[in-house]
Every structure is written in C-alpha cells, then in structure tokens.
C-alpha cells in the first residue's frame, strides 16, 4: 500500500495512497455537486412562494453581496498561489498564501453573518415563507462548507508547520485546494442564480 | 402524571401501557443483560475490542455487517409476521390502527435500509478486494467508520418503538403527514435523523468502492476482466455517490421542517408536499437499483459457477447494468402518476420505465444462454439462483403493467404494488443474499452451510414466498389498499389474506431453518474442507479459506476473464516460492470509527428528542473526532516473511485432502 512511490511526480501525487485519496476526493466532490444540485433545484421549486414575506428585492444588499463575491473569489486565487508555493517547495510561501486564503475566507463568512442578521431584522427568517426557508438553507449550506474548511485547512497548516512539506502534507493541502476551489464554484452560481436574478426578475 | 423536568418530559420517553411493547422491551433488556454478562464471564471483552469492534480488515467488516442484517432481517420478519396475523382475518384487534402504521412504517425501513443494503454491502466488503486480488480496500477506515456509522443509525431507528414512539408515516414518509402538523410526536425524527446518519455511512461506501475497484485491480485485470459482481458494485457505487447527496438533502429539508419550522414540504407559507416525493423518489428508485445490481452480481457468478461455464454474453452484461443505472435516474416519477403531473409527464416515464425491461431481460437471457448446455450441479446457492430467474420475472411482467401511466391508476396504492415489489424484492435481494451466503461462506469462515438443511431452507422459503405473495396480487385487483390494518368480512377478501398469512408462516419457518443451519454449521461442520470447494473460477477462491488478514501472500496476475479457472487449468501462478514472499504492508486497527458511531448516536438521540443545547455541545464529540483524525500519522505495519510463510504453508498442505461436500 506504501510502496509505489513514484518520484517523478510532484510531490502530492508521489504514493499510490495520495493518489487514490485524491482520486477520491474528487469523487466526493461529485456528491458535493448533487448534493448543491438538490438544494438549487429547491430553490427553483420554491423561490416566488413569498407567502405574504419578503421578497428578494426587499432583503438584497448587492453592494455587500459583490464584496463578499471579491473576497471569496481573490481568496480562491491566492489558494492558487499557495498550492504553487508548494509545488516551488517553499513551505513558508505556501504558509503565508494559505493563511491569506483563510482569512478572505473568514472575511467573506463575517459579511454573510451580517447578511443573516440583516434579514432577521427585516423580519425575513427562515420560517417566514418557502422561499425564505430554500434560500437560508442554500446560502447557509455553503456558508457551513466555508466555515468547516478554514477549520479544516487550520489543522492542515498547524500540521505543515510541524512536519514541514511531505508527502502526506501536500496531499492535505492539495485535497483542501480543491475543496476551496469548489465552494468558489458554488458561489458563482448562487451569486447568479440567487442574487443577480433575483434582482434583476 | 406530567414530569417536566430542564424542558425534558421524562415520562413521556419510554413507551407504557402496550402489552406488545412491554413484552419487547423486557425481551431487549434481557437480551442486553444477557449478551453482556456472557461476554464477562466468557472474558471476551478485549477479544471483541481487538478483534472485531476496531478492526479496519474489510472481511471482518464485511461480517459485521452481515450479522447485523440477519439480526434486522429477523426484527423486519417479526413486523411482517405481525401484519400478516393482523389481516389474517376480517376486523381483527391484535395491532390497533396505530400501532399498524408504525409496524408497516418499520419493516419498510428495516428491510431496505437496514438489512438489504448491509447484507449486500456486507458481500461486496468481504468478496471485492479479493475478486480484484487487492490486500484491502482503498480507505480501510473510512470503511470501518461507513460500518459504524449504519449501526449507529440502525440502533437508533430500532429504539424508536420502545424509547419516545416510532415513526408512523410509512417508509416513504410523505408530507404533509410526515410533518409536524399531522404528526407532532418525535417519532418521525427518528426516521429523519436516522436515515441521515446510516446514509452518510453509504456514500462513504460508494466513495471507497468507487476508488477501490478503480486502482487497486491487479495486474492484468483489465476493466473488461473484472468479475461481474466487481462490475455490479462498481456501478452500484456510482449509483451511490449520484444518488445519496439527494436523500441527504432530503432528510435534511425534513428535519428543518419539523424541528425548526421551516417551510419546504408544509401545506402553509408556499411549501410543497410534492417537492418531497419528487427528492424522496429521486433518490428513492435509484435505490432500488443500488440494491437489485449487485444481487445481479451474484446471480452471475454463481451461475457461471455451478454451469461450470464462463458467462454469457459478458459484454452485454456490462453494458445492461450501464444502461439501468442510467435509466434508473430517469423514472422517479412512475411511484406517484396519481399526483397528476398531466399526461405528457407521465407518458415519459411511462416510456422510461419501459425501457428498463429490456436491459434486464437482456440479463435474462443471458443467465439461460449460461446455463445452457452446461453441466449444472444443484447446489443450495444455484437452487436460489435457479428459482430467481422465474420470480423475478413474475415482478419484472407486473412491473410493467405498473409501469404504464394510465392503467397504473387501477393498480396504484393497492396490494397489486405490494406484490409487485415484493416479487422484485425477496427473488432479486433475498434469494441472492442467501445464495451469495451459502456460495461465499466457506469463504469466510472455512467451513460450509449444511446443504441439506440448505434445500430445507430454500423449499420452505420459496414455497412460503410465493404463497405469501401471490394472493396479494389479486386482492389487489379486487380493490384491497395497502396499508389498511383492517377490512370489512363483506368485502369478501378474508379467504385469499387467510392463504397469505398461512404463507408467511411457510417463510417465518425457511427463515428458522436457515438460523438452524446457522447454528448446527457452526458446531458440527467439517472444518477440513478446501480453499476451492466449489471449483470457482474467479480469485477470491486462489487463497485461503477463511482468508489470511493480508489476502495474498504473492498478489496473483490475471490473464483472462474468469482468472482463477485459467490459472487452474493452465497450472500458472498457484505455488508460492519461497523468494516470492516479500513483507506485507497492512493498516492498523483503530477505535476512532466505533467511537465516531457512539458520538453520532448521542447527537442524533438529542436531535430526535429536540434537546437542542445538549445536541449542540455533544456535537463537540464528533468534531474531537475529526481533528483527532486529522493528526493521526499512524501508517499500518509490515507483516514478516516469516509469518507470511508460516501462515501459507498451513493452508497448502491441506490442499491434498478435500472432501467431497458439494453432494
């Protein structure tokens, strides 16, 4: 299971175990895919049954929805960096880009946490109208996955300070990158789907 | 008397007052006290710790989960036998209406969910790493915890009758009724949290085999050399990961609705009831199939086997179970045409589920062709095999009929589908189940089934099956619902549900009989038996049986289909040299899966009760988990060239003297 090493490749991809981690990570990243399909095709299903509440042109505050977008979008770029960082093998490079990531990532999780307070305030929660409910559990859902990923990638970096970059390492780093990359893609299509047509429908 | 205490009613969380209840749960407590006292005085506490409960060795998983589905089979069959005496005869008082629904809601959950998908995962864990001459499964803990997370979920769906009320909305649990409005209790929670907690477990498996069938093949077996039951799971596992995320979510929207009071499947607020019987079934067919592939699986190479002839018609087998999983994502709809979707919507599935007659008749015929001309040996495993291909066909035909949109609103939601499905069901699940059992076992253990009590098993069950079912189809014409507790004498159904209940007693006692042969197999079977009993032809049957913990001391080359029949008759790869072995890598126990499984159940039993602070702060025992997991560098162990050759020359030299035990 050990053996296999192959070092031409780089450094995550060099046992036969990284390999099918990755392998199956992908896979999983294929439930991920059905699972956010489920929850938008609900959306659909649900989104102008206002029942009396709300409506997406009451609650929606682009201005604040385009910097989360930014933020969550530059910090995909700089986990870009970071995996580069360390396919140069430069574990501090890989660190600081990695922590950079993190924190665009917690920024963009602060502004979402404001969003949800807003809403509430304007007295549209969860339990106001099917459309309140699909939208909360949509945009919470990918909010749940921003959140269990920077605590995720902080044992990760905690364990590259400590062990430097091995193989098991990089492979942790690697499997988060695309993780990160992933819930970049949701939020497009939230931000589309959700935001820009909500407003402009 | 009302005890509220910290928001809690105390007194409202065992169930009091039912006679059937109280007797089951004196029987649990008993049995509980029972099974740990006898594991002290026997001191086989460490045993079961070491051995069995942190074991991440996929043959021991794998009968984990088997003895987890006979036990379920038998708590599923307990709930059948009681419908069946309750409709035995015209207004009978045993179960009250109530109580019915629970008994129907439970066996329905149980019998899918909780004994046929472990009893097939079960199979799949100890066969398909062997099938592809791999060492283990891809994740080997992932694996464990998969196990260990359907137990937790199948404990605590089982505790819901005694502990706080059982769900009572059938195994579909259709809103509005599922829903808080029309069923307050905390019954329902039990299924919603449940079915989450085993599914999650399922998509892992799915993942794992995924991976496993895809890189971890030996060499030379190439995508069109796999086994066909390695075929079925791999595509049963893909059916898995497109599949589950949808019952997840489903389960998931469920739960808001009912603890939280959110509106996706609610009459009020703009909910849709419908929207659940779209997600639920969305998921809900494909799992039908996620079932009935890999018993296709055994199906083939046991008749392969015991015709003593290679399949036929290999590569439109494969392409047939491709084109059911692809199919089987695109008929959800034909479970509720009565919905009125309108005539076009349900003309296209009508036509869709059409369509999957002809794949699987194709599997038909190719499972005659395979028979034909070869020279079959009646053993008890190709009996179920034989009497599969007649029964199923009886439900494959009437699922067609139910297939078309129009007619279907004669046959819907009366016994004619009950019948239907279980035609499908018990010859597609069960009979292969048991045969895949009696084939694999020496397997696994190193010792056979009695084959006498075998036929006595398979004549009893078949009999009782078909006696039990076939009436229903024609009550179901005549106009008898499914799901009612009672009918009227009037109706003039009594004869023909007195004959189905007579049935059910046939197949509560081929059931018996297979525990029996269980228990006598167990303490009388002849231990001497060969590696290859049944002369196979695949290569879980080129090592040990029961299989040494590492498979394969040399990982064997494959040169054709049906490797192990070619590596028999060419003489190639069967002896071991001695500088062929080499150390061994293999992959530590760990305790983390049973505990993550002890963590989840106490999260879930505070979610069902709606304790929702102490459901939050036990969430810390799963994260502790997690990051526990996250640093664990553990990298398994080698094995040494000395144990390796000491444990191989034990079973070699036994190859000389083998019984006859097929006759």
Not at chain 1, 25 to 42: K, Q, R, Y
Not at chain 2, 151 to 156: I, V
Not at chain 2, 465 to 477: A, D
Request: hydrophobic share 50%.
């Amino acid at each position: 299971m050990s053996a296999n090493v192959n070092t031409s490749l780089p450094l995550e991809y060099q046992t036969e175990q990284s390999r099918m981690n990755i392998l199956g990570f992908w896979i999983f990243l294929g439930a991920e895919i059905v699972l956010f399909a489920t929850l938008f095709s609900v959306y659909g299903v649900l989104y102008k049954n206002y029942a009396g509440g709300p409506t997406h042109q009451d609650i929606f505050m682009m201005k604040e929805v385009m910097i989360q977008t930014v933020l969550l979008l530059t910090s995909s770029f700089t986990m870009g960096v970071a995996i580069w960082e360390m396919r140069r093998n430069n574990k501090k490079g890989l660190i600081g880009w990695f922590i950079l990531t993190l924190l665009l990532g917690a920024g963009f999780l602060f502004m979402e946490i404001n969003e949800f307070i807003h809403y509430i305030h304007e007295g549209a929660t969860m339990q106001t109208s099917a459309f309140l409910s699909s939208l909360f559990v949509l945009l919470g859902t990918h909010g749940a996955h921003v959140t269990f990923g920077i605590f995720w990638a902080t044992m990760v970096i905690i364990q590259i300070a400590k062990r430097g970059l091995t193989p098991v390492t990089a492979r942790k780093t690697f499997i988060i990158g695309l993780y990160w990359h992933f819930l970049d893609v949701v939020w497009i299509f939230i931000f589309t789907f959700v935001y820009l047509k909500g407003m402009v429908l | 008397m009302e005890v509220t205490i910290v928001g809690i009613k105390w007194d409202e969380i065992l169930i009091t007052g039912d006679p059937i209840i109280l007797g089951s749960q004196i029987a649990i407590l008993l049995t509980s006290l029972g099974i740990i006292g006898g594991l002290t005085y026997l001191k086989k506490w460490k045993w079961l710790w070491r051995e069995w409960i942190t074991t991440v060795d996929h043959k021991r998983i794998g009968i984990m989960y088997i003895v987890a589905a006979v036990l379920m089979f038998f708590r599923g069959g307990m709930d059948g036998l009681m419908m069946k005496a309750q409709t035995a005869r015209p207004e009978m008082s045993i179960l009250d209406s109530q109580h019915y629904n629970e008994v129907f809601t439970a066996h329905g959950v149980i019998m899918i969910l909780f004994m046929a998908m472990p009893f097939l995962i079960g199979l799949m864990n100890v066969v398909i790493p062997l099938q592809i001459g791999a060492r283990d499964v891809a994740f080997p803990q992932l694996n464990a915890l998969s196990f260990w997370l359907f137990f937790s979920g199948a404990m605590l769906f089982n505790i819901a009758f005694v502990v706080g009320g059982a769900p009572d909305a059938g195994w579909t649990s259709y809103f509005p009724l599922a829903g808080k409005e029309f069923s307050p209790g905390i019954g329902n929670n039990y299924y919603a949290i449940s079915l989450q907690i085993a599914g999650l477990g399922t998509l892992m498996t799915g993942i794992n085999f995924i991976v496993t069938i895809l890189k971890m093949r030996t060499k030379g077996m190439t995508l069109m050399r796999m086994p066909m039951f390695t075929w079925t799971t791999l595509i049963t596992s893909v059916i898995i990961v497109a599949a589950f995320p949808i019952f997840t979510v489903a389960l998931a929207l469920m739960t808001f609705d009912r603890l939280y009071g959110t509106h996706f499947f609610t009459v009020a607020a703009g909910g849709s009831d419908m929207l659940w019987a779209n997600l639920f079934w969305l998921w809900g067919h494909p799992e039908v199939y996620i079932v009935i592939l890999p018993a296709f699986g055994m199906f083939s190479e046991i008749i392969s086997t015991f015709s003593r002839k290679q399949l036929y018609g290999y590569k439109s087998m494969v392409v047939s179970i491709v084109a059911i999983a692809v199919l089987s994502m695109l008929v959800w709809v034909h479970h509720f045409y009565t919905m009125g979707s309108g005539a076009l919507v349900n003309s296209f599935f009508s036509i869709t589920t059409m369509m999957i007659a002809v794949p699987t008749g194709v599997k038909m015929f190719n499972w005659l062709f395979t028979m034909r001309k070869g020279r079959i040996k009646m053993t008890t495993a190709m009996l179920w095999s034989l009497a599969f291909v007649p029964n199923f066909v009886i439900g494959g035909v009437t699922g067609v009929m139910l297939a078309m949109g129009a007619a279907d609103y004669q046959y819907h939601n009366t016994l004619f589908l009950v019948a239907h499905f279980h035609y499908v069901l018990i010859p597609g699940v069960v009979f292969a189940v048991f045969a895949g059992l009696y084939y694999w076992w020496p397997k696994m253990f190193g010792f056979m089934l009695n084959e006498k009590l075998g036929k006595w098993h398979f004549w009893l069950f078949v009999i009782g099956f078909n006696v039990t079912f076939m009436p229903m189809f024609f009550l179901g014409l005549n106009g008898a619902v499914r799901r009612a507790y009672t009918y009227s004498a009037e109706s003039g159904f009594a004869p023909l549900f007195m004959l189905s209940a007579v049935g059910s007693v046939i197949l509560a006692a081929g059931f018996a009989v297979f525990c029996y042969n269980i228990y006598w197999s167990i303490r009388y079977a002849d231990r001497n038996i060969s590696s290859d009993p049944w002369d196979a032809r695949t290569l879980e049957w080129a090592t040990s049986s029961p299989v040494q913990h590492y498979n394969f001391a040399k990982l064997p080359e494959v040169k054709s289909l049906d490797a192990f029949w070619y590596m028999k008759k060419n003489n190639e790869g069967i002896t071991l040299k001695d500088e062929e072995i080499e150390e061994i890598h293999m992959p530590s126990n760990s305790g983390l899966p049973f505990l993550m499984c002890v963590a989840f159940g106490i999260v879930g039993f505070f979610l069902i009760f709606e304790w929702h602070l102490l459901a939050a702060v036990s969430t810390v025992l799963i994260i502790a988990g997690l990051i526990y997991r996250s640093f664990d560098y553990n990298d398994g162990y080698h094995i040494h060239k000395d144990e390796i050759r000491k444990t191989e020359s034990t079973w070699k030299k036994m190859e000389g003297k083998v019984n006859n035990h097929v006759s």
